[in-house]
């Protein structure tokens, strides 16, 4: 009996111990990195060594000594070299698929004049024999005289056959006499709805369109089938996380969109998180409505995929003079159609739609860049939150102007300023600036006003829409007002400027917040998801004019490093 009761106690003990290094084993970290300058987002002074990952999310972040700590037999180390290591990327306004189908087009955004645009244009021609549409966008309205293109200019590259380009923007577009002929469009051509034919010498079509009445031309260009969609998506995805982007928030987009994200996650594909919204205006049907909120509902709260948002266009832009503002524009005689500018919707229809969207838990992005378009946008949440009595962290997208008046009610309200540095890059603004005017400059792209105020700052690229969708561009904008040349030298509206930390905040807490997700992403800290970017300089200790030179040397998401840097690799800044 008692060698028997001996026996037992060995094996327990034996078998415990086996256990307890099981367990143990259990315990380590999938990977750690260690000897780095980790930013873990609280403030401008959080700063650790190491983080461990279990899993998809971190486990640990403290000092090297602690986090050697959770080194086992299967652990992954990566040490950092001392280098910076930050949240992922939020860019919370993106357009991902038009930027995505955008990379298989021609590309004018780093096009400085108009031989360059011809050029390019000329060039993508012979290395495209067989595309019966050129279609593209870039085009910068400060290299052309009064801010507008013709169509003589692209038919001195291409008479052939159809040519159809946006604006940087995607707010105008060029068209040249082969495309106008294919949408049969001409000087007696009538459009009523929002949006204008630009008319020149006796009356003809210059061949630049702006606003829904693109669609004259855009409706004639073959669609895109689904495969040709799906890898283009997994050309964006694949730039989106070599530039350390790690979550979007899609600020346009169609059902048939919507499953194309779904397949992808379902194929193990979409390396990135994606909150999907649907493009809605003022002709949404109950129908229309109804399948939203199915789709939403059936996704629920996925880390992955979402479905809760929709998103108006309630203006469009300042160069083109179709935002709405509050006093006439400084490049317009009173005596035009529409010297303020114009709406987009009917004030009643957006105003009951935006309620009943509230009151179905969705969230609600409204594009709204004058600021009289800011106002109206925040008169209808105003409404819709006090008729619902809900809180639902509804956007107002760009704010390019903004009314002094308004900047408190953001607070107060709880919407969302969702901006987009990129857009104030200064080379791009003359032509803007024209139309603002100097009484109007001070609050132009006004973050530094808007966080004073109390403003929950959220920043994106507007992705296709803009200069670069790589945030570190977006950062430079927003700590200098300056263009990566250095210009103007003492920048652009400098009482706008932000601090780095402010800016990276916005480019990362600003949008899980938007997402309701404030708690599981956005800052490096146990509990939250591993997706985290390793950067090649220290953007909180450089001269700030070095900033946009900074690269991502490794993004990590979900808990997997999913790209790394080589120096054959060329991006653009």
Same mark, same amino acid.
């Given at each position: 009996?008692?060698?028997?009761?001996?026996?037992?106690?060995?094996?327990?003990?034996?078998?415990?111990?086996?256990?307890?290094?099981?367990?143990?084993? %259990?315990?380590?970290?999938?990977?750690?990195?260690?000897?780095?300058?980790?930013?873990?987002?609280?403030?401008?002074?959080?700063?650790?060594?190491?983080?461990?990952?279990?899993?998809?999310?971190?486990?640990?972040?403290?000092?090297? =000594?602690?986090?050697?700590?959770?080194?086992?037999?299967?652990?992954?180390?990566?040490?950092?070299?001392?280098?910076?290591?930050?949240?992922?990327?939020?860019?919370?306004?993106?357009?991902?698929?038009?930027?995505?189908?955008?990379?298989?087009?021609?590309?004018?955004?780093? /096009?400085?004049?108009?031989?360059?645009?011809?050029?390019?244009?000329?060039?993508?021609?012979?290395?495209?024999?067989?595309?019966?549409?050129?279609?593209?966008?870039?085009?910068?309205?400060?290299?052309?005289?009064?801010?507008?293109?013709?169509?003589?200019?692209?038919?001195?590259?291409?008479?052939?056959?159809?040519?159809?380009?946006?604006?940087?923007?995607?707010?105008?577009?060029?068209?040249?006499?082969?495309?106008?002929?294919?949408?049969?469009?001409?000087?007696?051509?009538?459009?009523?709805?929002?949006?204008?034919?630009?008319?020149?010498?006796?009356?003809?079509?210059?061949?630049?369109?702006?606003?829904?009445?693109?669609?004259?031309?855009?409706?004639?260009?073959?669609?895109?089938?689904?495969?040709?969609?799906?890898?283009?998506?997994?050309?964006?995805?694949?730039?989106?996380?070599?530039?350390?982007?790690?979550?979007?928030?899609?600020?346009?987009?169609?059902?048939?969109?919507?499953?194309?994200?779904?397949?992808?996650?379902?194929?193990?594909?979409?390396?990135?998180?994606? /909150?999907?919204?649907?493009?809605?205006?003022?002709?949404?049907?109950?129908?229309?409505?109804?399948?939203?909120?199915?789709?939403?509902?059936?996704?629920?709260?996925?880390?992955?995929?979402?479905?809760?948002?929709?998103?108006?266009?309630?203006?469009?832009?300042?160069? %083109?003079?179709?935002?709405?503002?509050?006093?006439?524009?400084?490049?317009?005689?009173?005596?035009?159609?529409?010297?303020?500018? =114009?709406?987009?919707?009917?004030?009643?229809?957006?105003?009951?739609?935006?309620?009943?969207?509230?009151?179905?838990?969705?969230?609600?992005?409204?594009?709204?860049?004058?600021?009289?378009?800011?106002?109206?946008?925040?008169?209808?949440?105003?409404?819709?939150?006090?008729?619902?009595?809900?809180?639902?962290?509804?956007?107002?997208?760009?704010?390019?102007?903004?009314?002094?008046?308004?900047?408190?009610?953001?607070?107060?309200?709880?919407?969302?300023?969702?901006?987009?540095?990129?857009?104030?890059?200064?080379?791009?603004?003359?032509?803007? /600036?024209?139309?603002?005017?100097?009484?109007?400059?001070?609050?132009?792209?006004?973050?530094?006003?808007?966080?004073?105020?109390?403003?929950?700052?959220?920043?994106?690229?507007?992705?296709?829409?803009?200069?670069?969708?790589?945030?570190?561009?977006?950062?430079?904008?927003?700590? =200098?007002?300056?263009?990566?040349?250095?210009?103007?030298?003492?920048?652009?509206?400098?009482?706008?400027?932000?601090?780095?930390?402010? /800016?990276?905040?916005?480019?990362?807490?600003?949008?899980?917040?938007?997402?309701?997700?404030? =708690?599981?992403?956005?800052?490096?800290?146990?509990?939250?998801?591993?997706?985290?970017?390793?950067?090649?300089?220290?953007?909180?200790?450089?001269?700030?004019?070095?900033?946009?030179?900074?690269?991502?040397?490794?993004?990590?998401?979900?808990?997997?490093?999913?790209?790394?840097?080589?120096?054959?690799?060329?991006?653009?800044?």
């Amino acid at each position: 009996m008692n060698l028997r009761f001996d026996i037992l106690i060995i094996l327990g003990f034996t078998f415990g111990l086996i256990g307890c290094s099981s367990t143990q084993q %259990s315990e380590r970290a999938d990977l750690v990195f260690i000897n780095g300058r980790v930013w873990t987002g609280i403030d401008s002074a959080s700063f650790e060594q190491a983080v461990a990952v279990k899993g998809n999310s971190i486990s640990q972040v403290g000092s090297t =000594t602690e986090i050697k700590k959770t080194i086992g037999r299967q652990t992954k180390v990566i040490d950092l070299e001392g280098k910076l290591l930050i949240p992922g990327f939020n860019d919370a306004h993106i357009h991902f698929l038009n930027g995505s189908i955008g990379l298989t087009e021609v590309d004018l955004t780093d /096009a400085n004049s108009i031989e360059e645009v011809i050029q390019k244009i000329k060039t993508f021609r012979l290395e495209n024999p067989d595309k019966k549409w050129i279609t593209g966008r870039g085009w910068q309205y400060t290299m052309f005289k009064g801010g507008l293109p013709s169509r003589e200019i692209l038919d001195s590259a291409i008479n052939d056959r159809p040519v159809f380009i946006k604006a940087y923007d995607g707010h105008s577009a060029w068209a040249n006499s082969a495309a106008l002929r294919m949408a049969k469009v001409n000087k007696t051509s009538i459009f009523k709805e929002f949006g204008e034919i630009v008319l020149g010498g006796y009356g003809e079509p210059t061949g630049v369109f702006k606003e829904k009445a693109m669609h004259l031309v855009d409706d004639m260009i073959p669609a895109l089938t689904k495969k040709e969609k799906l890898a283009a998506l997994r050309k964006g995805l694949a730039l989106a996380t070599s530039l350390g982007i790690t979550s979007i928030g899609n600020c346009s987009g169609s059902v048939d969109e919507f499953y194309l994200y779904k397949e992808l996650l379902q194929n193990n594909e979409l390396n990135l998180r994606v /909150a999907a919204a649907f493009s809605v205006d003022a002709n949404t049907t109950p129908a229309e409505i109804k399948k939203y909120t199915i789709i939403k509902d059936s996704v629920g709260k996925n880390p992955r995929l979402t479905a809760r948002n929709v998103k108006f266009v309630l203006d469009g832009v300042i160069e %083109s003079h179709t935002a709405g503002m509050l006093q006439p524009y400084s490049n317009l005689s009173p005596k035009e159609t529409s010297p303020s500018g =114009t709406l987009a919707l009917p004030l009643d229809k957006y105003r009951n739609l935006v309620t009943e969207f509230d009151k179905l838990g969705f969230q609600v992005y409204t594009h709204a860049i004058g600021d009289r378009s800011v106002r109206e946008a925040l008169n209808t949440y105003e409404f819709a939150s006090l008729t619902n009595h809900t809180n639902s962290r509804n956007r107002i997208e760009h704010i390019e102007t903004i009314s002094p008046d308004d900047l408190p009610r953001f607070a107060a309200l709880g919407v969302l300023p969702s901006m987009e540095p990129i857009h104030a890059e200064p080379g791009t603004v003359s032509v803007w /600036a024209e139309g603002v005017g100097k009484k109007r400059l001070p609050y132009s792209f006004a973050w530094s006003s808007i966080l004073k105020a109390g403003g929950h700052l959220v920043f994106s690229s507007d992705w296709p829409a803009c200069v670069s969708i790589n945030p570190i561009r977006g950062l430079h904008t927003a700590v =200098t007002r300056k263009t990566i040349e250095g210009e103007p030298k003492e920048g652009w509206v400098p009482e706008q400027k932000i601090s780095i930390t402010q /800016a990276l905040i916005a480019y990362t807490q600003g949008g899980s917040y938007s997402s309701f997700e404030e =708690t599981s992403k956005g800052k490096i800290a146990p509990g939250y998801l591993a997706d985290f970017i390793l950067l090649s300089q220290d953007i909180f200790t450089i001269n700030p004019m070095k900033t946009f030179q900074t690269k991502v040397l490794t993004t990590v998401f979900n808990g997997k490093v999913i790209y790394e840097h080589t120096d054959n690799q060329q991006r653009k800044p």
